[in-house]
């Protein structure tokens, strides 16, 4: 019923730029909160940056400073701007939201597939 698909990834020197991008589709009636993970090689997923259903972020304290998390509420599409990365960055990127889906009445939550970000030295 929901979809979140990920774009953007790809390889980069340390200290490049990418964006990534996260649509949501599908029978949305609304979103209530939306954010970025990441899951490097042996690592545990973390949270990267998000929005609360109270519309403030939250960005993890590696990446402040360097990363910062927008969307367009219209296009129901979260973004990532990611700038000076360094090899540490080097993760799958996952886009995750909870939503409220037309007829189930409840919020429930949806991941993306991931996209992978790599950053040479």
């Known amino acids: 019923q929901v979809q979140l698909v990920e774009s953007g990834g790809g390889l980069v020197q340390a200290g490049g730029s990418l964006r990534l991008s996260c649509v949501a589709s599908?029978?949305?009636?609304?979103?209530?909160?939306m954010g970025w993970y990441r899951q490097a090689p042996g690592k545990q997923r973390e949270l990267v940056a998000g929005?609360?259903?109270?519309?403030?972020?939250n960005y993890a304290d590696s990446v402040k400073g360097r990363f910062t998390i927008s969307r367009d509420n219209a296009k129901n599409t979260l973004y990532l701007q990611m700038n000076s990365l360094r090899p540490e960055d080097t993760a799958v990127y996952y886009c995750?939201?909870?939503?409220?889906?037309?007829?189930?009445?409840?919020?429930?939550?949806?991941w993306g597939r991931g996209t992978q970000v790599t950053v040479s030295s």
């Open positions: 599908g029978s949305i009636l609304s979103i209530n909160t």
């Open positions: 929005f609360t259903s109270a519309g403030s972020t």
């Open positions: 995750n939201a909870v939503i409220l889906v037309h007829g189930l009445g409840r919020l429930s939550d949806y």
